[in-house]
């Protein structure tokens, strides 16, 4: 597999016109690593996967109007394993995010995606954990 130019991926990102996610918050966790597995960019054949996860995180970031941190976005092979990822993970895919709000509980940011969900406005997997929330565009609903 060749190596994903950052800067293309970033200028697509970029033609996205998020409101409220630069590009740059959405590389980064490219250069994560675990010991010696690092993770890396999605393929490009991966790229628009994540388009309706981001616009949705985007159009929540708008209602709540509080920082989101993007924790997790894509992961390759390797690296979900180490993470604890699950085989089937959707970040393996690009289509699922794990994030947190400044200011807000993960319950919290849960209970509002899932008005956001049932308003419409995405299909897809809502998780809640502890420390953060999984949000993705997997085209079918899921709840954890």
Not at 37 to 50: H, R
Request: hydrophobic fraction near 35%; charged fraction near 25%; glycine fraction near 8%.
């Amino acid at each position: 597999m060749s190596e994903v130019d950052v800067e293309a991926y970033e200028a697509f990102l970029a033609g996205l016109r998020l409101r409220y996610f630069t590009p740059r918050e959405i590389t980064r966790y490219a250069e994560a690593a675990r010991g010696d597995v690092k993770n890396g960019l999605p393929a490009e054949d991966l790229w628009e996967n994540i388009v309706p996860t981001l616009w949705t995180l985007d159009q929540l970031r708008h209602y709540i109007k509080r920082p989101i941190r993007l924790t997790s976005l894509y992961r390759n092979e390797k690296y979900n394993k180490v993470c604890g990822g699950s085989r089937n993970s959707f970040h393996k895919q690009n289509i699922a995010i794990d994030f947190q709000v400044d200011g807000m509980s993960p319950n919290a940011a849960f209970n509002q995606l899932l008005r956001m969900r049932k308003t419409g406005c995405f299909v897809g997997g809502l998780g809640q954990y502890p420390t953060f929330t999984h949000v993705d565009t997997r085209g079918t609903i899921a709840t954890w």
